[in-house]
């Protein structure tokens, strides 16, 4: 096919997704403006390559080529669609929107499990990317539901940590297509197409998966029973397998979990010699990391204060809404601090998107912060825990 007619056609069938997807009004159609590189064309073949191609495609019921009513040899003047699929098969291509049923009939099994999928396609169908794929990239949203399904299933026989590439292996017979669809893994546990990407190790922890396990950091004057005996943490803090912190030999006076590492560091350095227990949760944590919490709250008086503190933002009342579980299971009830509007200092302030508000307090209520759930939804910010 000569190539500046399949440029043009290319740019009439791209146009003609544009309409089928509402992002335009205009109904598909070529002029001068896009006709301009052909009717520059210095050489008559050229030209005639370019027409006949134009030829083929009318005979073929795809498009309708205009020319000068006054000269019916003139050069092409207009050329409007007539039948899209026709006109793409000609390319050898699909239509966008056949191209979004596709990957729909593709994912539709996996909707119950993973509602945000409706959204994934929503944004195909209006031409947008999530996370760099389209339609065509179905198949790897796919795979990414199986690794959730495959890791959960994992979790529930007690295997709370396994290499990512074994795991991949395993699966895919790849031992490196599960850090391949990342992406798509993140957008499914988040449960939102909107959240900024996280980082590679704390979406593949979240499933209980690794490069190099990450030990769990704990910081309070505050003796922790081990595989190997009971030892008190040291100072600023400890780092340890969560899978051999097994108890506590000394009670602390409360347990407070960080979501972040700075702030964490911060607190060990000024806390270490008190009797309170800081956790840090490396965001989402990880399965091991949460058998370990539960194991630590279990031996606990109900009576001990057990708070969370992060940021005040989609993934922090996330975070919370899940620690709330654990701590419900260990007969704790979860209690925030510092992660009120009101605590928010003006200067660390943004304005939140009303869809971002609107999942903070879903997932504030979630943690039972129903009072929070309420003040987020009239103070519309979000803000960091660093600062």
């Not at 909707?111 to 790897?140: C, M, Y």
Request: proline residues 6%; contains cysteine; negative net charge.
């Amino acid at each position: 096919m000569d190539p500046l007619a399949r440029k043009v056609l290319e740019r009439l069938l791209r146009s003609a997704d544009k309409h089928e997807a509402g992002t335009v009004v205009r109904r598909p159609v070529l002029t001068n403006s896009a006709l301009s590189e052909y009717r520059e064309l210095r050489s008559l073949k050229a030209k005639e390559n370019f027409e006949a191609v134009l030829a083929y495609a009318q005979a073929e019921g795809a498009i309708m080529v205009q020319r000068p009513r006054h000269d019916p040899q003139g050069l092409v003047e207009r050329v409007e669609l007539i039948d899209v699929v026709q006109l793409a098969a000609i390319l050898g291509k699909l239509p966008h929107a056949m191209r979004v049923q596709s990957a729909r009939q593709t994912l539709t099994a996996r909707f119950d499990e993973h509602p945000i999928l409706n959204d994934v396609l929503s944004n195909w169908e209006k031409l947008k990317k999530v996370r760099g794929t389209g339609p065509d990239a179905a198949d790897n949203w796919a795979m990414a539901c199986d690794v959730i399904s495959y890791c959960q299933a994992q979790v529930a026989l007690g295997a709370t940590e396994t290499p990512v590439r074994d795991a991949s292996a395993r699966l895919f017979k790849d031992s490196k297509r599960i850090e391949s669809l990342v992406p798509c893994l993140d957008v499914l546990l988040a449960g939102n197409v909107e959240d900024d990407a996280r980082p590679e190790a704390e979406v593949l922890q979240e499933l209980g998966l690794y490069r190099e396990p990450q030990p769990a950091r704990l910081a309070g004057n505050i003796v922790v029973r081990r595989e190997r005996g009971s030892f008190p943490l040291d100072c600023p803090y400890g780092a340890l397998p969560p899978s051999t912190v097994l108890g506590l030999e000394s009670m602390p006076s409360q347990v407070l979990t960080v979501e972040n590492l700075t702030t964490f560091h911060v607190w060990a350095r000024q806390h270490c010699d008190s009797d309170v227990l800081c956790l840090y949760t490396a965001g989402m944590p990880s399965p091991a990391w949460r058998a370990m919490y539960i194991r630590l709250l279990s031996v606990l008086p109900i009576s001990t204060p057990v708070l969370h503190w992060g940021d005040v933002d989609e993934g922090g009342f996330r975070i919370a809404a899940y620690l709330s579980r654990c701590a419900t299971e260990a007969g704790h009830v979860l209690r925030p601090w510092k992660m009120r509007p009101a605590d928010v200092p003006d200067s660390q302030r943004r304005v939140a998107p009303t869809r971002t508000v609107d999942r903070m307090v879903k997932y504030a209520c979630e943690a039972g912060w129903n009072d929070i759930a309420h003040e987020l939804a009239e103070a519309k910010l979000v803000a960091e825990q660093e600062g």
